[in-house]
């Protein structure tokens, strides 16, 4: 591996864009930290490690360590034990001051609420019903894009009904969308990919909780023990794409994107008609024409000048993450099983385990990390023989000779 490649992960890619665009003066430090969730004064100590360190300054340095600070395993055991023995009904605060009033454990009251939560001996309280209301738009092209799905006669009575998977910017109201036949997964990465390709990758996607874009599933023991929640496809494509992901409560939180449907329900299925479309294909490609006049006419200018769409980076295989992956165990003759077929692993050096990647084209491919594996489908079981049946042989009287020594003893005796 050459020296002067730079690794960097999404999060630091995200902090080195809106360095560069402070950097260039398209943005002001206080509003860098406020997206950064910094201060001001650690924006400027970035920007002088950039401008001494160049982009190798930004990796963390602490990557790689292990945490002076972390807890040894023998006390939280021993907390633990004592709460269940001891303040099994204490919240974590009364806990945690009990522990280090009478036990001389000394522990922060959130670290032990973690604990707790992981262990499954507290449970968060309900809170009051927040207040809402009306939310100002974002001020930068790309900081939050609101994303949608909506099913509807868009050909009328000329075709089946479809779905719209559309996109507004939040700050502009810029707008871009394409129709598949179904909401899912594969028509979710599709239009990102799409999208990525037109304006780059966005800071953020505000949605719904569509069991498309969020998780309903339980953890697994392994998230579990890492306190994570079990993500969608699609959230864990957004998250190595560095995008944040907010997840609308309601339907009119995200009213600019419902709103913009009710839109498109009116005019686009009116325009659809005078040219006489009826095909999700056709449609898409007047899609492409359709959404720079409808932008050129309705979208405003965002508050900020600077763009908070990131450039798409040239080596990023998109297509080993905006995909549907599946992990599969790898038998010991080298084959796996995926949605009811066998498939065999012709290359070498196979591990225990292999993904299953389904692209957004179609095409399936076998992965392990980011090597492609050769393989080829087994169309048909080879059959295992039957064992071969004794022959069946039928018995028969046998009469010695007459010079058999059997008769022989006969005539001596008589």
């Not at 496809?233 to 190595?240: C, I, P, R, S, W």
């Not at 309705?298 to 980076?313: C, G, S």
């Not at 039957?386 to 001596?412: C, G, N, S």
């Amino acid at each position: 591996m050459r020296e002067d490649i730079v690794r960097m992960s999404q999060s630091e890619l995200v902090r080195l864009h809106l360095v560069k665009e402070v950097q260039a003066k398209r943005l002001k430090q206080l509003e860098a930290a406020e997206k950064l969730e910094l201060s001001t004064r650690q924006v400027r100590r970035i920007l002088r490690r950039l401008e001494l360190e160049g982009e190798a300054g930004l990796v963390h340095r602490l990557r790689g360590r292990v945490s002076a600070r972390r807890i040894d395993e023998r006390l939280k055991a021993k907390a633990l034990e004592l709460y269940r023995r001891n303040y099994y009904d204490f919240g974590p605060t009364f806990a945690a001051e009990k522990l280090f009033e009478i036990n001389r454990i000394k522990i922060s009251d959130e670290t032990l609420r973690t604990w707790l939560l992981a262990e499954g001996l507290w449970q968060k309280r309900r809170k009051a019903r927040k207040h809402r209301r009306w939310r100002e738009r974002k001020h930068h092209f790309g900081e939050m894009i609101q994303m949608d799905g909506s099913c509807h006669a868009w050909f009328a009575d000329r075709g089946p009904k479809c779905v719209m998977m559309g996109y507004i910017d939040d700050a502009t109201g810029t707008k871009y969308g394409r129709f598949y036949p179904y909401e899912g997964t594969i028509p979710a990465l599709d239009s990102l990919w799409r999208y990525i390709e037109r304006y780059g990758i966005p800071f953020s996607i505000y949605l719904d909780r569509h069991s498309t874009y969020k998780a309903w599933a339980e953890p697994t023991v392994d998230q579990e023990l890492r306190g994570e929640r079990a993500l969608s496809q699609f959230e864990e494509a957004t998250k190595k794409l560095g995008i944040k992901i907010i997840h609308a409560q309601s339907a009119p939180a995200k009213g600019r994107i419902e709103r913009s449907f009710k839109t498109d329900q009116d005019r686009l299925v009116k325009e659809l008609r005078l040219r006489d479309l009826s095909t999700i294909a056709e449609a898409n490609k007047f899609l492409e024409s359709y959404w720079r006049g409808h932008n050129k006419r309705f979208a405003i200018e965002a508050v900020e000048e600077a763009d908070f769409h990131r450039p798409l980076p040239k080596d990023l295989d998109l297509d080993a993450i905006l995909c549907i992956r599946t992990p599969h165990p790898v038998r010991n003759d080298f084959t796996i099983v995926h949605q009811g077929r066998l498939y065999q692993i012709l290359s070498r050096d196979v591990p225990k385990w292999v993904d299953v990647e389904h692209t957004v084209d179609g095409r399936m491919r076998i992965t392990s990390g980011q090597r492609q594996l050769a393989y080829k489908p087994i169309d048909q079981r080879p059959l295992t023989p039957e064992p071969p049946k004794p022959l069946k042989t039928q018995k028969t009287a046998w009469t010695p000779d007459k010079e058999h020594p059997w008769r022989r003893r006969i005539l001596v005796s008589a």
